[in-house]
């Protein structure tokens, strides 16, 4: 009965709409908050408006933190607010070293 062949329908629905975009928090377990930016041409002016798009992401091994550049996929609604998931990581973001102050008595 279950057919291995892809049909046309399930071809259409395996691509997805996949964007770019940076990690701006990382505090909650396996959800990520992606802002997804893109440059808007003003009808009038013509002048580039920059606009935001915030996307709530799945992230399954809690791989990507705060700062770096992740690609992510849509995909069924997971939550309320969560309907797109993490597929890689595209760069970290750079390392904070953080020096204690010592006195200099």
Known sequence: MSDAKAT??????????????VVSRDKMTKTRRVDVERLVKHARYGKYIKKRTVCYVHDEK???????????????PLSKQKCWRLLR?????????????????
């Open 8 to 21: 046309p329908a399930t071809e259409d629905r395996n691509q997805r709409r996949t964007l770019i975009g």
């Open 62 to 76: 809690n791989e990507s933190h705060m700062g770096d550049t992740v690609e992510i996929m849509e995909t069924r």
């Open 89 to 105: 990581v595209v760069t970290k973001a750079p390392v904070k070293v953080l020096v204690a102050d010592t006195p200099t008595a």
